[in-house]
């Protein structure tokens, strides 16, 4: 049975919200910056929480920690060591393995997130704008209150248009790949091989082995915790509608080379159920858009080329122990919609992910290193993902078609890694355990 | 990495030489769990070499014959090593009997470790390090604790030569695949 009166509402939870924030702060003064958490903590939903009143509410907040976020806010030292080896490093050391190298590199980003110095963050979700506001001030008025707490940076969610349903910057149709984790109540959708367990995501619990590996301590502290990759992901709009302008004559064959990338039409229909014609109907279609594999319905990937998106991200039946790879994915897309016909403004919009998961290393890390940027995935030799992989243009994809393929060479850089940071996310009972550090025992 | 030129030139028979330790030292590429050893004329590889608990000697045997039928039975069973092939030797210095696992594959050991040791629990393959000195008893749920038994018992090779260097095994059964389907398309317009 899963804790739902413990565990933070954003693993198992989606806010019905189309505006969000994100702040990161830093902690000069442990004292001061439980004061701020032990504030903050009447704030965060556990899931029974949420579910129990997601129609009337209008903001979801959840809380997460750096490793360095732990120590400053007075974690000792056994309980410190105890955290696995990549998360005590954190995401900034590990750059060369996420392929957060040249254009991506650390010493890049923004908002202060690759400095030593980030120690936590909050995520809000708001139902409207004004709710936004109205939880902005609210939370300035409380860090003005707790000494030594810092905000080093924000940024601020806002839903692109069209509204009707969830999609990135370039026109993707996103949040296709809901999976349903066993004993959350979710219901698996066709295509997901069943639910998963528990443990995937969520410490404290069986995983798809079937045992619980060790977790750090103490338990109090752990369980119901989960860990979140934050990447900060900047989308290059007009140089990807340059590229499709460039590779497709018609509106029609741009479609296609936007769809050949993914691996989906930009409408969320899958190119192996619908390989030469959209089908937005069958995109929107949670039972049906996820219902199809690679190994017997595309093998040699002349409806989703094997380099492409969604192959890289799930290969399904191409993988071995796909359950020990899944991840949840949170966020929301930034900055301002360029609307169709708008030459690129320059300024900086993209999508701001979270990916949720038990083990960084095991799955995070794992997509990133060999999923996302090995340029030999699937034998393919010169490519990397061709969304979200660390792309220099030197890189090719190619497009397998009867009777030969389309090659792309010197693929351009999609997007841009701007910021990212390993948390930690723990459930009630552990923030309050760490707000209960400075007490005298 | 610098293999994009390399894999073309299959026809040419290459050796490299590699400095102490394994590693370039001017390129090494980090992996999840450690430092890369590079990949050579003759791929990836691994040479892990481990002293034997005293008396556990015939469990190498009796693990050799579970091998052979869990390949038989499942010939795909290792696939996801994306092996070339493996040698299992054991021999004796000072009287101590050892054992050496010697691999070659395609993919640097650090990319698929998990699916590794997956693999090594479904298919018995663990059986026959459980009776190696200093192999980690909770290595099911402890990835790490496996992946640091390996690297600190794996010597790297000083020199490494292919007759058909960085082709990979799923080149080489393509290739062998179309001729297959060559001559038969011959065959068929006799």
Known sequence: MLEFDDIQYILLTRAPAITGRYEFLSFRNAAGGRAWLAAILETVHSVQQARASIEKDNRWVSVAFTWNGLQALGLGEASLASFPEEFKQGMVARAEILGDTGANRPDKWVGRLASAELHALVILFARDTAERQRCESEHHRLVMKCEGVEVLSSLDLVATPPFEYAHDHFGYRDRLSELAIEGSGDEPRPGFGGSVKAGEFILGYPDEEGSIPPLPRPEVLSRNGSYMAYRRLQEHVGAFRDFLRQHGETP??????????????????????APHKDDPELGADMQRTNNFNYKEMDPHGYAVPLGAHIRRMNPRDTAANMNRRRMIRRGAPYGPHLPEGTP??????????????????????????????????????????????NQDGTLEYKIPMRPIRKKITGLPAFTTMRGGAYFFLPGLKALRYIVSLGTAR | MSDAPKQNDWSKPAAMAIPEGGYFKDKIEQGRYGPIFPKTPACYGFSIIAKIIPGREPNFYEYARNIEKAV??????????????????????????????????????????????????????????????GFPKDWKTNAQAFIKFVRDHHCPSFLEYGEYPYVSAEEIKKALKLKAAFSDMLDQMQ
């Open chain 1, 344 to 389: 690129e403004d320059g300024k900086e919009r993209g999508i701001a992910a979270f990916v949720i998961c038990a083990s960084l290393v095991r799955q995070f890390e794992f997509a990133q290193n060999v999923w996302i940027n090995d340029k030999n995935f699937h034998e393919l030799g010169n490519e990397r993902d061709p969304i979200i992989g």
């Open chain 1, 252 to 273: 029609e064959q741009q479609e296609f080379v936007a769809a050949k990338l993914m691996g989906r039409w930009r409408s969320g229909a899958p190119l192996v159920l």
């Open chain 2, 72 to 133: 038989a039975g499942q010939p795909d069973c290792l696939a996801v090593l994306k092996l070339h092939y493996l040698r299992w030797n054991l021999f004796k210095i000072k009287g101590d009997n050892y054992f050496q696992y010697m691999g070659i594959f395609d993919t640097d050991f650090d990319k698929y470790t998990e699916d590794a040791v997956a693999i090594f629990a479904a298919t018995g393959l663990n059986t026959v390090f459980e009776n190696l000195e």
